[in-house]
């Protein structure tokens, strides 16, 4: 199996390490061929943390020109500051190299749909980083929800409440007016689009947590409506306890899921009550706890289908019209537009 030539472009963004890591447990996937460290070119707001170059050890530092211009590269993973992602993305769409592009999708929404338009005219294989589509609790909800596991849904409760970063992580986030429902919120809208498809209509609330500045807002709400269900997004950066005790509740007609924390890595798992009040195949009336595989880190199993995606072995589990969707949802939910009906 020939190896993919791949290069990460950006050091600054929130998830830049966890990504870089991810590429070096994939070694029968990833020729790694640098990293671009962008701290010398990019605006802010950039994240509030040291840029961790140890992650970068062993590895050749490259100009954004080389990255470029170097036609063994094949693919890029796209690092930057939140709001320069697409423009970023943009150069390599355009050269027709295949990319992993961290979230959110940026301030312009016409913008966003143009790199999208790109990737789809050049068959320029295109994948978001939203860090739940390789978790395998995640993706046994969408599955239940599509197929009516607990019947029709009432309500979905999702949150990505945490507590670390202390004073630096509220500066950051001051940065952005949309706060931590465009930072952050973006992961579950992901995931409730996924599931439910386009909302009926999208209202966000943005407050600051207590005693915070008003001009801070980590305390964010989102209430997505559907014809007969509503899914709440929450994310608040002043809560106790990091985020192990972020929660997913979901209700049905027929049953509900619970689970918290909604990730874990080994040797932990996600464990999750799935309560059902129908008999189904294979799977009898009452509360089960269901036991999900183990996960090493957040982005192995979506770089292992770039790469498939990249040898032309299997279509993106995510359309690009999808993709568009949960950004027009996460900026209405930031109350950075006004939603379209």
């Not at 630096?168 to 498809?197: E, K, P, R, W």
């Not at 990249?310 to 690009?320: A, Q, T, V, W």
Request: proline share 5%; net charge negative; with cysteine.
């Amino acid at each position: 199996m020939e190896k993919i030539r791949i290069a990460q472009v950006g050091v600054t963004h929130e998830h830049a390490p966890g990504k870089i890591m991810s590429l070096k447990r994939l070694p029968d996937y990833y020729d790694i061929a640098g990293y671009v460290n962008d701290l010398s070119f990019n605006s802010l707001p950039e994240h509030y943390s040291d840029h961790k170059p140890s992650f970068y050890e062993g590895l050749r530092e490259m100009s954004l020109d080389e990255v470029l211009n170097d036609p063994s590269i094949q693919a890029v993973t796209v690092e930057v500051p939140n709001n320069e992602l697409v423009s970023m993305a943009m150069k390599f769409a355009e050269r027709g190299i295949a990319m992993h592009m961290d979230k959110p999708a940026g301030l312009d929404l016409d913008l966003y749909r143009k790199l999208l338009d790109i990737c789809k005219a050049k068959k320029v294989p295109f994948q978001m980083g939203f860090m739940f589509r390789g978790n395998p609790a995640f993706q046994f909800c969408i599955k239940a929800i599509r197929e009516k596991l607990i019947g029709d849904i009432i309500t979905i409760e999702a949150d990505m409440n945490h507590g670390y970063g202390g004073e630096a992580y509220q500066t950051y986030i001051s940065q952005f007016s949309g706060g931590l429902m465009y930072n952050l919120g973006c992961h579950l809208i992901d995931f409730i689009v996924a599931a439910m498809g386009r909302p009926e209509n999208v209202t966000g609330f943005l407050k600051s947590a207590p005693g915070d500045p008003a001009h801070i807002k980590n305390n964010c709400m989102a209430v997505l409506e559907y014809p007969n269900a509503y899914a709440v997004v929450s994310s608040c950066s002043r809560q106790y306890n990091t985020s192990a005790v972020r929660t997913i509740h979901i209700v049905g007609t027929h049953g509900s899921i619970c689970f918290s924390p909604i990730e874990a890595f080994a040797p932990e798992v996600v464990e999750m009550k799935l309560h059902v009040v129908k008999n189904s195949p294979g799977l009898p009336a009452g509360v089960h706890t269901l036991k999900f595989p183990l996960q090493h880190d957040r982005y192995t199993e979506q770089l292992i289908e770039l790469a498939q995606m990249i040898r032309g072995e299997k279509e993106s589990s995510y359309s690009l019209e999808h993709d568009y969707l949960v950004h027009e949802v996460t900026l209405a939910a930031a109350r950075y537009t006004d939603w379209k009906k």
